[in-house]
């Protein structure tokens, strides 16, 4: 089998699996790490205006992404997004 030479980020925005994944940790309010995959993150349709401290997007690992991260990891769920029906 040829080995694809999209990047990885790419190829995951087009895997319905890892879409569904991403999905279901949104949903169920869990914090989201994506570094360099904003590409996922507008397939999976959760770009918003709105900010969501729970959603740490990156491109590659730095200081204010780890600060960031770490913060979010504080709180175990981020309830704010919560709605019923689930928006995605």
Known sequence: MAKSKRPAQNRLATDGRA???VKDQYRHCKLV??????RLLDKAELL????DPGLVVGHG?????????IEALGQHRHCDRESDP???
């Open 19 to 21: 879409l569904e994944f």
């Open 33 to 38: 790490l994506v570094l360099s995959g904003a």
């Open 86 to 88: 689930p928006l995605v």
């Open 48 to 51: 918003s205006e709105d900010p």
């Open 61 to 69: 690992i730095d200081a204010s992404v780890v600060d960031a991260f």
